[in-house]
């Protein structure tokens, strides 16, 4: 049903910026809450940021604050991630998610429904 497809990660310095977006498909956009979770090598799969349907709430993990933002074009069936500042400990492949509830994406015993295949984003020192 819903589908996720990521776009924008690739190769680049530290302090630079990239923007990466999630295309979404298959169901009402606006029914939906998204995020990005990102996982490095050798790492658990971390939570990044989430944004509620409406796009009216979002939630950002303390070691991105001030650095990313999500946001999401409902029009567009389309979330994205604006990376700032971006440094090496954040090199990571990152997974666009989707489900019905706000509540999963920071849940420790659950996961979003819905997710993309991802996208690498490299940070080089």
């Known amino acids: 049903q819903v589908q996720l497809v990521e776009s924008g990660g690739g190769l680049v310095q530290a302090g630079g910026s990239l923007r990466l977006s999630c295309a979404f498909s298959?169901?009402?956009?606006?029914?939906?809450?998204m995020g990005w979770f990102r996982q490095a090598p050798g790492k658990e799969r971390e939570f990044v940021v989430s944004?509620?349907?409406?796009?009216?709430?979002?939630y950002t993990t303390d070691s991105v604050k001030g650095r990313f933002t999500i946001s999401r074009d409902n029009a567009k069936n389309t979330v994205y991630l604006q990376m700032n500042g971006l440094k090496p400990e954040d090199t990571a492949v990152y997974y666009c998610?989707?489900?019905?509830?706000?509540?999963?994406?920071?849940?420790?015993?659950?996961?979003?429904?819905?997710w993309g295949q991802g996208t690498q984003v490299t940070v080089s020192s």
């Open positions: 998610a989707a489900d019905t509830s706000l509540i999963v994406f920071r849940s420790r015993r659950s996961a979003p429904a819905y």
């Open positions: 944004i509620s349907g409406s796009g009216g709430s979002t």
């Open positions: 298959g169901r009402t956009v606006s029914n939906y809450a």
